[in-house]
């Protein structure tokens, strides 16, 4: 996974936004991620999550992001990872040619020809 971490790091499409340093991951956590990277690492992750599971959407996505949320003397409850961080990564990887809109009967993304490519290779 580090590997391909650092091959999503070379490819100029895909980089943090300015808002990305101070944004949650999902409604279930208290605080921003501290690893100066964790967009790519997110990347990375998504990439192998299509790969295996595609074609996949942003909804089903956001639920393997989520998490327990602790809410006082309440029953914990299961939150959905944040949706726009998911979507704005698969733009980036789309833009990459990664990533395309699957033809079939199941909506979602699939990878491309370039996207298999640079897994196989680093793995």
Do not use: C
């Amino acid at each position: 996974m580090n590997k391909l971490v650092e091959e999503l790091k070379k490819y100029k499409e895909i980089k943090i936004p300015e808002w990305g340093f101070y944004v949650k991951t999902s409604a279930s956590k208290e605080r921003p991620p501290v690893q100066e990277d964790w967009w790519h690492i997110r990347a990375a992750s998504l990439l192998m999550k299509i790969k295996y599971k595609g074609p996949i959407g942003v909804n089903r996505l956001s639920k393997y992001y989520g998490g327990r949320k602790n809410r006082g003397f309440k029953p914990e409850r299961k939150y959905p990872g944040s949706r726009n961080i998911i979507r704005k990564i698969l733009q980036q990887l789309e833009k990459a040619k990664l990533i395309k809109p699957s033809e079939g009967v199941k909506k979602g993304k699939i990878l491309t020809k370039e996207g298999k490519e640079l897994i196989k290779k680093v793995m």
